[in-house]
């Protein structure tokens, strides 16, 4: 299933772009917000003006115009960082992204996908609901046809972003099936109420928001693509979801393994560097071989799409493996840092929430095990 691929100079340099940008405008800031609980949205503007909401799609919509792979690379780099921002960007880039540029009208393009590639928008999916979450066909938010309008009734939960969005796509029930709907200036529209925003393991800094739809209009043609193939746009979009996800997941686990590389050559004990016990020299090799085959699986499956073919079960393997991958690799971090892994005082503990949550979303790991399977008799 999973094909070869080559990285071109040119890759390795967007990385290193990436990385000397991150350095340079993200981590000097990410103390800061994580003490104060709040969203970092000059941070997340910067991140935009720098073109990463819209790596792979054209100049013409403010893009980069550059390739999946630069895309994996991209979210890769900034997870290493801080995952909250590549988080935005994922979302961006593919859940919302995504159905806009291959199903949307040439005006949707223009009007909705130049603002979110440009940073001007911030943007969310309004999917998940109390009773459908892994079983996405199932939902029972509706938008009902009324003159050359639709009226939306219903509920949504873990709304990444969504209260401090610009944009939402909604999944929502029409007579012909799931479709996608695009509702700018949210926070603008009757009957439309941002109920909280949930707590998570993630910290405050997260904004994962429960949503009310009473009654809330919206234009007819708002509809994205055909009504009722809302589903198959969805899960396309995961595809490039799960990739962004699996990139996160490495991007996390690199963080963490350089953090205990520094760690383990700095801190003595019994008159020599950490480094040189067997039991951690093992965990340090573990992490390195995990993270590099979680690397390999996810560029694989970028560069398979780039190739325009899809990647159900390439980006359903690299997601699982690369966020298994993470929460390992977090875990382990903490045990080579000891007391100081446990403390706040290291970014470890950070990195280990995120690791949990990066195995929920875009599909449980379970559900992604469940794809892997389905696709070996296709």
């Not at 503007?45 to 999946?68: I, K, M, R, S």
Request: aromatic share 8%; proline share 3%; glycine share 10%.
């Amino acid at each position: 299933m999973i094909s070869s691929f080559e990285l071109t100079d040119a890759h390795e340099e967007h990385r290193e772009t990436v990385r000397q940008f991150c350095e340079d405008e993200v981590e000097p800031h990410i103390e800061e917000y994580e003490e104060s609980g709040t969203f970092p949205m000059d941070v997340v503007e910067t991140v935009a003006d720098a073109g990463f909401h819209g790596v792979q799609y054209g100049t013409e919509y403010d893009g980069l115009g550059l390739d999946y792979r630069s895309y994996a690379i991209t979210i890769e780099e900034l997870s290493r960082s801080w995952k909250l921002l590549a988080g935005t960007a994922s979302v961006a880039g593919s859940l919302v992204g995504y159905p806009i540029h291959e199903f949307g009208e040439e005006w949707q393009r223009e009007e909705w996908l130049t603002e979110i590639c440009s940073g001007e928008w911030i943007p969310a999916l309004s999917l998940t609901e109390p009773n459908a979450g892994s079983d996405a066909g199932s939902l029972e938010t509706t938008a009902t046809r009324d003159g050359d309008e639709y009226v939306l009734e219903g509920e949504k939960v873990w709304t990444t972003n969504g209260s401090i969005a610009d944009f939402l796509v909604v999944g929502v029930q029409t007579d012909e099936g799931v479709s996608l709907i695009g509702v700018p200036e949210p926070a603008e529209r009757d009957g439309l109420e941002f109920v909280r925003d949930i707590p998570c393991m993630e910290g405050e800094t997260a904004v994962e928001t429960e949503i009310r739809y009473d009654g809330v209009r919206v234009p007819a043609e708002n509809v994205i693509g055909e009504p009722g193939r809302g589903l198959r746009y969805v899960l396309e979009g995961l595809d490039i979801g799960r990739i962004g996800t699996a990139a996160q997941g490495v991007g996390v686990a690199q963080g963490a393994f350089e953090e205990s590389t520094a760690f383990a050559d700095e801190r003595e004990q019994f008159g020599q560097p950490i480094r040189e016990f067997q039991g951690v020299s093992f965990k340090l090799a573990d992490m390195a071989i995990e993270i590099e085959a979680s690397r390999l699986l996810t560029l694989a499956a970028a560069a398979k799409r780039d190739r325009d073919e899809r990647v159900t079960a390439e980006a359903a393997m690299a997601k699982t493996k690369a966020t298994d991958v993470a929460m390992d690799v977090t875990t382990e971090a903490v045990q080579v840092h000891g007391s100081r892994g446990y403390s706040k005082d290291y970014s470890l503990e950070r990195r280990m929430r995120v690791a949990k949550g990066m195995q929920i979303y875009e599909g449980t790991n379970e559900i992604n095990r469940v794809v892997v399977a389905n696709q070996l008799y296709e």
